[in-house]
C-alpha cells in the first residue's frame, strides 16, 4: 500500500526532472558537482552537405569527370595529405586541422540510406533505423536520461535557435531548453535587487536567493557581452558565430548543461551552388575556429567537443542547374583540444558508386558511440539503441 | 470530512482581503479590485461558490466570449502555426467567465503531457484541448476513456505502432506510471500485458479508430486480474485502483495548497472521497476550496507562482481588457517563463513547483512586468493609463494605489519588500510601483 511518505519520494523523484536556467545553478553544491563535466556541442549542417566539394579527393581524376562546373581548383584546395583537401573557404578548419584540434571522418552514413531531409535527419537524431523508431526521441536526449539525478536543477541540453527543440536532444526525461537570443538572459530596466534572504522560512528563502542570484548573474550576463573578452577571440559577423559566442557565454558563466546544439541552416543546394555552399562553408569553418579560440583564451578548451554533421551528402554528379542533388554518406567533423585529430576514415570510392551515391565506410553511431563513451562517459548502449565499435575521435 | 473542514471566519482567522485575493490568485488567476471587493462584503463561502460556479470574474469578460473563443480557436488550429493556437488558449484564459475550468484544463494538459513538436497536428492539439477542458471537473474516469480515444495523445505516445504481436509499450507505461497508479504501483509483467491490450488503438484519417485486425484479444494479467481485457476494460481496472485515488488526490493537493500543509492523514481522506465518488474532481477541488485548510495561514503566500498565473493575475489587476495586449506577445512571454503551451518539456510535464523559478525564467519575469508598463505587449505598443485606473477606484492619493496592488498583486505580503529605490526611467508613480511590487520576490509566491 502506498502510504504518503513514500508517494512523496516518488513524486519528488517524478517531478524533480529539472527546468531550469542555462547559465546558473540554483545551488552552489550543485554547479560545483558538474563544474569540471565535458562538454559536447553539436552543430547541425542543416539540408544535405556536398561533403564532395568540402572534404575533396583532389587527387582522384573521377571527381573533376562528376564535378564540371563545380568543380574546385586543384591549386585553391586547402591539402590535408596527397589525396584530400578541404574546400578553400575552410581555411579556419585548415588551420585547426594542421594544429591538431580537428578530426575528420569521410564517408559517414548508414545501411539503405533515405534521401528524405525528414527522415535522414530522424535517423541522424534518433541513430535508429526504423521509421516506427522515430518517436521524436534522440540518442543526447536518451543519453542525458541515464544521467538524471534527483534535484538536479540544470537543463540538460540547450538548443540555440528559434525552431523547435530537435529530437537529437529529446529525452523521456530529459530536460532540453531553447534560448533564442542574449536579450533573453538580460534585464530590460534596470531594477533594485530585492532585499538579501533574510527568511527562515525555506520557501521564501528559496525564492529570495533565486531572484537576488537571477538579478546578479543578469547583471554579469550584461557586463559580459561588454567585455572584451569573447570579442578577441575574433568571432565574424555570422549567426552561426553568435550562436557559438552565446554558448560560450553560457559555459563560461556557469556550468552544468552538458549538451549544446545549434544549426546552421541552407545547405540543400540544388542550384547555383557554387557561391552559397563558399558562403556557407567560409561561415562555417570561421565561427568554428573562433569558438575554439574563445574557449582557448577562457581556459576551457579541455572540457569541450564539438560535432558537426550533416543529414546526407549530396550526388557526386552535379546536376544540370550547377547544383547538386540528395546523395547519401558525407564527412562528420569532429574539433577540439581532445580531438583525436587526423583523417580518421577511408574515402569511399569514386570508382564504386552505389546508384551514384559514395557508399559509406563509416556508419556514423560508431561515432556517436566514441562520443558518449569516451567523451562524456554516458553508456551508448540504450542511446544507439545497440552496441556499436566506437571510431575513436577522442585522443 | 475532519481534516477538510469548511472554512468559517474567526476571530484568528477573519475574513480579510487577503484571504480573498488568496482564493483569486490560487484558483483563478488573480482578479480585479471590484472582484475583490464584492467577495470581500459577503461570506467567504459564497466567494468560493462563486468560483465553483464560474461567476468569479466580473469584469472585462467580452458579450460574446463563447462564440469569439470558438471563431478564434477554429481559425488557429486550420492555419499552420502553433503561435496562433497557444495565442487563443491565453484569450480564453484571460476573458473565460469559467477561469476554474481553465486553471484544471492546465493541469490536465500537464497530466497528459502531449507535445506537437511530435504530434505536429493542430487539429489532434486543439481536440484534445477541448476535451480535457470539457472533463476537466468530471469524474476522471471520463477523461481517462477520451484520452483512451484522443488522436493527439495516441499519436504521442505511439499508439498506433502498438499492434498484436508488435507490442510498443510507450503508451502502456505511461498510462500506469504518469496518467494513473504511478511509479511502484504495477510490474514489468503489468506493462506487458497493458500493452497487449492497448493493441488496435489507432488514427486513421484525422480520427480515432479501432482497428480489430491489430487487436490482440488473448488473455491478459494485469493487476492480478485475468481476462481479455481491452482498452475500456484496462481503463476501468486502473480507475477502481486505490493508487490512482490516492495519485490524484496528490495531483489536486499539489494544485491547490502550498507543500507541507496538508498532511498523510488529509491526503488519505481526499482519496477515500475520490473513490467513494467515482473520483469525481470537481467535488474534490470543492472540498478543497472550501477547507479551512486551504484558508488557512499557512497556505497563503506560500506556493511558487505558476508562469500562467504571472501572466494572467497582472493583466486582471489593472484592468488591461478594452484593447487587450497582444495575445501573441503573452505567449512569447509565457515562453520566456518556462511554459510554453502545447510543448511541454517530456512526458511527465513541467514539473512546476521551485523548477519555474530559474535565472532565465525570473528574468523573463522581470522583463514581462517591464513590458506591460512599457506598453510593450501590445502591438503596437501602447502604455497603459494606470493613472485612470488608480482614479476609478478612488486610489489616486498617497498610498492608496500601492495598498490595492499589494492586495491584488501580491495578496497583501509586504514584508522585506523593495528596500532600495527602483532605478527605473518611467516617471509615473503607478507604473513605478507596479514594478517594484511585481520584481520582488513576493511576486514569485501565491
Known amino acids: 500500500?502506498?502510504?504518503?511518505?513514500?508517494?512523496?519520494?516518488?513524486?519528488?523523484?517524478?517531478?524533480?526532472?529539472?527546468?531550469?536556467?542555462?547559465?546558473?545553478?540554483?545551488?552552489?553544491?550543485?554547479?560545483?558537482?558538474?563544474?569540471?563535466?565535458?562538454?559536447?556541442?553539436?552543430?547541425?549542417?542543416?539540408?544535405?552537405?556536398?561533403?564532395?566539394?568540402?572534404?575533396?579527393?583532389?587527387?582522384?581524376?573521377?571527381?573533376?569527370?562528376?564535378?564540371?562546373?563545380?568543380?574546385?581548383?586543384?591549386?585553391?584546395?586547402?591539402?590535408?595529405?596527397?589525396?584530400?583537401?578541404?574546400?578553400?573557404?575552410?581555411?579556419?578548419?585548415?588551420?585547426?586541422?594542421?594544429?591538431?584540434?580537428?578530426?575528420?571522418?569521410?564517408?559517414?552514413?548508414?545501411?539503405?540510406?533515405?534521401?528524405?531531409?525528414?527522415?535522414?535527419?530522424?535517423?541522424?537524431?534518433?541513430?535508429?533505423?526504423?521509421?516506427?523508431?522515430?518517436?521524436?526521441?534522440?540518442?543526447?536526449?536518451?543519453?542525458?536520461?541515464?544521467?538524471?539525478?534527483?534535484?538536479?536543477?540544470?537543463?540538460?541540453?540547450?538548443?540555440?535557435?528559434?525552431?523547435?527543440?530537435?529530437?537529437?536532444?529529446?529525452?523521456?526525461?530529459?530536460?532540453?531548453?531553447?534560448?533564442?537570443?542574449?536579450?533573453?538572459?538580460?534585464?530590460?530596466?534596470?531594477?533594485?535587487?530585492?532585499?538579501?534572504?533574510?527568511?527562515s522560512d525555506d520557501l521564501q528563502a528559496f525564492v529570495q536567493s533565486t531572484v537576488t542570484a537571477s538579478y546578479a548573474a543578469a547583471k554579469r550576463f550584461a557586463a559580459s557581452t561588454k567585455n572584451s573578452a569573447s570579442d578577441k577571440a575574433g568571432y565574424p559577423n555570422y549567426?552561426?558565430?553568435?550562436?557559438?559566442?552565446?554558448?560560450?557565454?553560457?559555459?563560461?558563466?556557469?556550468?552544468?548543461?552538458?549538451?549544446?546544439?545549434?544549426?546552421?541552416?541552407?545547405?540543400?543546394?540544388?542550384?547555383?551552388?557554387?557561391?552559397?555552399?563558399?558562403?556557407?562553408?567560409?561561415?562555417?569553418?570561421?565561427?568554428?575556429?573562433?569558438?575554439?579560440?574563445?574557449?582557448?583564451?577562457?581556459?576551457?578548451?579541455?572540457?569541450?567537443?564539438?560535432?558537426?554533421?550533416?543529414?546526407?551528402?549530396?550526388?557526386?554528379?552535379?546536376?544540370?542547374?550547377?547544383?547538386?542533388?540528395?546523395?547519401?554518406?558525407?564527412?562528420?567533423?569532429?574539433?577540439g583540444k581532445s580531438v583525436n585529430a587526423g583523417v580518421l576514415s577511408k574515402y569511399p570510392s569514386l570508382e564504386n558508386l552505389e546508384d551514384g551515391d559514395l557508399k559509406s565506410t563509416v556508419d556514423f553511431r560508431s561515432i556517436y558511440a566514441s562520443l558518449l563513451t569516451n567523451w562524456l562517459e554516458i553508456d551508448a548502449t540504450l542511446p544507439l539503441g545497440g552496441k556499436f565499435k566506437p571510431l575513436k575521435v577522442v585522443s | 470530512m475532519s481534516a477538510w473542514q469548511i472554512y468559517r471566519p474567526t476571530p484568528q482567522q477573519p475574513w480579510t482581503q487577503e484571504r480573498a485575493a488568496h482564493l483569486h490568485r490560487r484558483s483563478v488567476f488573480g482578479s480585479t479590485w471590484n472582484e475583490l471587493q464584492r467577495d470581500l462584503s459577503g461570506k467567504p463561502q459564497e466567494a468560493v461558490s462563486r468560483v465553483l460556479s464560474d461567476e468569479a470574474r466580473i469584469d472585462g469578460i467580452p458579450d460574446e466570449f463563447a462564440s469569439l473563443a470558438n471563431l478564434i480557436g477554429n481559425a488557429a488550429a486550420v492555419q499552420p502555426n502553433v503561435e496562433r493556437l497557444k495565442a487563443w488558449w491565453i484569450y480564453r484564459i484571460l476573458f473565460t467567465p469559467a477561469p476554474l475550468q481553465e486553471r484544471l484544463t492546465l493541469m490536465w494538459h500537464n497530466h497528459f503531457a502531449t507535445s506537437n513538436l511530435k504530434v505536429n497536428n493542430?487539429?489532434?492539439?486543439?481536440?484534445?484541448?477541448?476535451?480535457?477542458?470539457?472533463?476537466?471537473?468530471?469524474?476522471?474516469?471520463?477523461?481517462?476513456?477520451?484520452?483512451?480515444?484522443?488522436?493527439?495523445?495516441?499519436?504521442?505516445?505511439?499508439?498506433?505502432?502498438?499492434?498484436?504481436?508488435?507490442?510498443?509499450?510507450?503508451?502502456?507505461?505511461?498510462?500506469?506510471?504518469?496518467?494513473?497508479?504511478?511509479?511502484?504501483?504495477?510490474?514489468?509483467?503489468?506493462?506487458?500485458?497493458?500493452?497487449?491490450a492497448l493493441t488496435g488503438l489507432t488514427v486513421k484519417e484525422g480520427r480515432f479508430q479501432f482497428n480489430a485486425h491489430r487487436h490482440d484479444a488473448g488473455e491478459k494479467t494485469i493487476l492480478h486480474k485475468t481476462g481479455p481485457f481491452d482498452a475500456d476494460q484496462l481503463a476501468d481496472i486502473l480507475l477502481q485502483n486505490p493508487a490512482t485515488a490516492q495519485r490524484l488526490a496528490g495531483k489536486l493537493i499539489a494544485e491547490f495548497c502550498s507543500e507541507g500543509v496538508v498532511n498523510e492523514t488529509a491526503h488519505n481522506e481526499l482519496a477515500s472521497q475520490l473513490r467513494t465518488s467515482n473520483l469525481d474532481i470537481g467535488k474534490a477541488v470543492e472540498t478543497i476550496l472550501r477547507s479551512e485548510l486551504f484558508f488557512s495561514d499557512a497556505n497563503i503566500n506560500s506556493r511558487i507562482c505558476?508562469?500562467?498565473?504571472?501572466?494572467?493575475?497582472?493583466?486582471?489587476?489593472?484592468?488591461?481588457?478594452?484593447?487587450?495586449?497582444?495575445?501573441?506577445?503573452?505567449?512569447?512571454?509565457?515562453?520566456?517563463?518556462?511554459?510554453?503551451?502545447?510543448?511541454?518539456?517530456?512526458?511527465?510535464?513541467?514539473?512546476?513547483?521551485?523548477?519555474?523559478?530559474?535565472?532565465?525564467?525570473?528574468?523573463?519575469?522581470?522583463?514581462?512586468?517591464?513590458?506591460?508598463?512599457?506598453?510593450?505587449?501590445y502591438r503596437p505598443a501602447n502604455a497603459p493609463d494606470l493613472q485612470k485606473l488608480a482614479k476609478k477606484h478612488s486610489a489616486s492619493k498617497n498610498d492608496a494605489f500601492e495598498t490595492m496592488m499589494r492586495i491584488l498583486l501580491l495578496g497583501g505580503a509586504n514584508e522585506n519588500q523593495a528596500q532600495e529605490p527602483i532605478k527605473s526611467t518611467i516617471d509615473s508613480r503607478e507604473a513605478n510601483t507596479v514594478l517594484a511590487l511585481l520584481t520582488g520576490f513576493h511576486a514569485h509566491l501565491h
Open chain 1, 1 to 199: 500500500m502506498l502510504n504518503r511518505r513514500r508517494f512523496l519520494n516518488q513524486s519528488s523523484l517524478l517531478s524533480l526532472s529539472p527546468l531550469i536556467p542555462a547559465f546558473l545553478s540554483q545551488t552552489a553544491a550543485a554547479s560545483e558537482a558538474r563544474q569540471d563535466d565535458r562538454i559536447l556541442v553539436v552543430i547541425q549542417l542543416d539540408g544535405g552537405n556536398d561533403g564532395l566539394n568540402t572534404v575533396i579527393p583532389f587527387a582522384d581524376e573521377n571527381y573533376g569527370k562528376y564535378r564540371d562546373k563545380l568543380r574546385i581548383d586543384k591549386k585553391e584546395i586547402i591539402k590535408l595529405n596527397d589525396s584530400l583537401g578541404l574546400h578553400p573557404a575552410m581555411k579556419s578548419m585548415g588551420q585547426l586541422f594542421d594544429d591538431n584540434q580537428l578530426a575528420i571522418i569521410p564517408g559517414v552514413g548508414y545501411p539503405n540510406p533515405n534521401r528524405s531531409h525528414f527522415r535522414s535527419m530522424a535517423v541522424w537524431h534518433s541513430a535508429r533505423m526504423h521509421p516506427a523508431d522515430h518517436t521524436g526521441q534522440g540518442w543526447l536526449g536518451r543519453a542525458c536520461d541515464q544521467q538524471q539525478k534527483p534535484g538536479n536543477a540544470t537543463p540538460d541540453a540547450v538548443f540555440i535557435g528559434d525552431s523547435p527543440i530537435p529530437a537529437a536532444i529529446i529525452g523521456r526525461r530529459t530536460n532540453s531548453i531553447a534560448l533564442n537570443n542574449e536579450a533573453e538572459l538580460m534585464l530590460a530596466s534596470k531594477f533594485a535587487a530585492p532585499a538579501k534572504a533574510t527568511s
Open chain 1, 239 to 335: 549567426r552561426l558565430a553568435r550562436k557559438l559566442r552565446l554558448i560560450s557565454r553560457i559555459i563560461r558563466l556557469d556550468g552544468g548543461t552538458r549538451i549544446f546544439y545549434v544549426s546552421q541552416p541552407g545547405y540543400d543546394t540544388h542550384s547555383m551552388q557554387k557561391h552559397s555552399h563558399q558562403r556557407l562553408l567560409r561561415e562555417f569553418s570561421r565561427s568554428l575556429k573562433a569558438f575554439l579560440v574563445d574557449l582557448q583564451q577562457a581556459g576551457l578548451s579541455d572540457r569541450v567537443m564539438v560535432m558537426a554533421f550533416s543529414e546526407f551528402g549530396r550526388r557526386v554528379r552535379e546536376n544540370a542547374s550547377a547544383g547538386t542533388d540528395h546523395g547519401t554518406s558525407g564527412p562528420v567533423f569532429v574539433a
Open chain 2, 122 to 196: 493542430l487539429p489532434f492539439m486543439k481536440l484534445q484541448n477541448d476535451t480535457l477542458r470539457e472533463h476537466a471537473t468530471a469524474p476522471f474516469g471520463e477523461l481517462l476513456h477520451a484520452m483512451l480515444h484522443d488522436p493527439a495523445l495516441l499519436t504521442w505516445l505511439d499508439a498506433p505502432s502498438n499492434r498484436r504481436g508488435h507490442a510498443n509499450e510507450n503508451l502502456s507505461r505511461e498510462l500506469m506510471e504518469l496518467f494513473t497508479l504511478g511509479i511502484g504501483n504495477y510490474t514489468e509483467a503489468d506493462v506487458k500485458h497493458v500493452a497487449r
Open chain 2, 306 to 377: 505558476d508562469p500562467m498565473s504571472f501572466l494572467i493575475a497582472p493583466l486582471r489587476a489593472l484592468e488591461l481588457f478594452d484593447k487587450p495586449p497582444s495575445t501573441l506577445a503573452l505567449s512569447e512571454w509565457l515562453q520566456r517563463m518556462g511554459l510554453d503551451l502545447f510543448n511541454p518539456p517530456n512526458v511527465a510535464g513541467w514539473p512546476g513547483n521551485r523548477s519555474w523559478l530559474t535565472t532565465r525564467t525570473v528574468i523573463a519575469r522581470a522583463n514581462y512586468v517591464a513590458a506591460i508598463i512599457s506598453g510593450d505587449v
